[in-house]
């Protein structure tokens, strides 16, 4: 398995509050993307980057912001926090190569409040 | 971008072989099919990849017809940690490709004794 790590695990907050997940991979994977999971929608995308700095908008963007100043950490920022942003947030990564796979974090437990 | 559309959800018994199907009908040419397979609170984790044709590992076989514009994942004789939720994700990482990958609702099997 890649090296992803996924932090905090789990996280209640207030809502109004700005909450960060942080993902952090070992592998120099090119390709790191946030996504949020809620029963009956699968796996959406918040936001994806394709290199240092380089970040893109994915399906469910809105009150989502990201950074990536290295190669290896990729953060998701709430700005201020919503009941509606209560989710589970996973981090994947993958290279660059046509055909390769993505790598999943163990995924992080938001909860507001 | 290639969309995928799968059966929100199948029942299977154990012991029996289960084929979910796939389509997704605006793959493009460099795309590559891969399946995912995810088990409650875990992230989800790859399956199996092909291009065209057949391809089969040590859990499932992999079925695309020549148009490709369907993918079926066959999973031999199913046993109850088999239940999981299975995604198909049409896409591919070349060096003009921005990667952005969106996944489809998934599939929930659910095995029985």
């Known amino acids: 398995d890649a090296g992803i790590t996924q932090s905090p695990r789990h996280k209640v907050t207030e809502t109004g509050t700005p909450v960060t997940l942080r993902c952090h991979q070992t592998e120099n994977h090119r390709y790191m993307y946030w996504y949020r999971q809620d029963p009956g929608h699968g796996l959406r995308l918040i936001h994806y980057?394709?290199?240092?700095?380089?970040?893109d908008k994915g399906e469910v963007s809105d009150g989502y912001s990201v950074s990536r100043s290295k190669t290896e950490d990729f953060l998701l920022t709430l700005e201020s926090a919503t009941s509606s942003q209560t989710s589970v947030y996973f981090c994947a990564t993958t290279d660059i190569g046509v055909g390769n796979t993505i790598y999943f974090g163990e995924g992080s437990w938001l909860t507001v409040v | 971008l290639a969309k995928t559309t799968q059966p929100i959800s199948m029942d299977s018994y154990e012991g029996q072989e289960v084929n979910i199907t796939c389509s997704h009908n605006?793959?493009?040419?460099?795309?590559?099919i891969t399946w995912y397979q995810q088990f409650p609170s875990q992230g989800p984790r790859f399956i199996i990849q092909g291009y065209k044709t057949k391809v089969t590992n040590e859990v499932a076989s992999l079925f695309i017809p020549a148009d490709r514009k369907s993918s079926t994942l066959s999973l031999p004789r199913v046993s109850l940690s088999d239940t999981a939720v299975y995604y198909c994700?049409?896409?591919?990482?070349?060096?003009?490709?921005?990667?952005?990958?969106?996944f489809g609702q998934g599939t929930t099997l659910q095995v029985k004794p």
């Open positions: 605006n793959i493009a040419t460099n795309d590559y």
């Open positions: 980057s394709y290199g240092v700095k380089d970040t």
């Open positions: 994700l049409v896409g591919a990482h070349g060096s003009s490709n921005t990667g952005k990958l969106i």
